[in-house]
């Protein structure tokens, strides 16, 4: 039997700077390790601590997962600082994943802010994979400044693909930022989608997905068809030590996804 507290050994292979705050950790673990878009896992620095992330990584990839992480606290410190070709631990992969059969044949409308385009990036590779399937997607993208946007040299690449309407926005612009300046609600309006066939997933701060949030139920989607990623405050990833615990849900064993319907009678889902 498989004993779920005991991580897998992985090989901290690449570390690559998405920005000042954040980097992608490309981690090649010694056994096979399958997840879904939208499933998180524990990383384990040996000796120190373990924290959840969200893989960014294409799921159909085996050999390697990238997991790309905020200089935000002890243990993402810790691993900002660490080198190339140290061990680290994996436990994983838990929680649901984004139910794709629900999305075929349908506007796919994703709307990222920050870091939250981490766990999306999983996401785009898991639609890319099979992109006839969905009517379009339409990507919001939103950062703090343009030295805050990660995947700089992607993002490009992604917006070029046929079916993919991308838009990105800064909150603060400068001289050599040429592109949109505004809140991401600012580039919400106007949609090239039909509303009686499109779904939305919200990722990012909790304060940009309650604003995006209310502005999407505000065009006319029905709760039922808003797709958040709630990964705040996830520690064992087990449903057991209960600190992320919202409602009547865990957020590691019911979601990380949830559609808002299932959560919008929740007292402070947004705290």
Sequence with gaps: MKNIYKPIEGVLENIITESSKIKTFVIRPKERFDFKCGQFIELTLPGIGEAPFTPSSDPAVKEKIDVTIMNAGKVTSLLH????????????????????????????????????????????????????????????????????????????????????????????????????????TTVLNDLPIDMKKAVAIVCGPPIMMKFVTLKLLDLGFAPADIYLSMEKSMSCGLGKCGHCRIGKFYICKDGPVFTYEELKDTHDIWD
């Design 81 to 184: 600082n660490s080198p190339k070709n140290i061990s680290l631990g994996i436990r994983g992969p838990y929680g649901k994943g984004y139910p794709l059969h629900k999305f075929e044949g349908k506007d796919v409308l994703i709307v990222g802010g920050g870091v939250g385009l981490a766990p999306l990036r999983a996401l785009l590779f898991g639609l890319f994979a099979d992109i006839n399937k969905y009517n379009k997607i339409v990507f919001r993208y939103g950062a703090r400044t343009a030295q805050d946007i990660i995947y700089k040299d992607q993002i490009p690449v992604w917006a070029a693909k046929e079916r993919v309407d991308w838009l990105t926005t800064v909150d603060v612009g400068d001289p050599s930022w040429t592109g949109h300046v505004g809140l991401i």
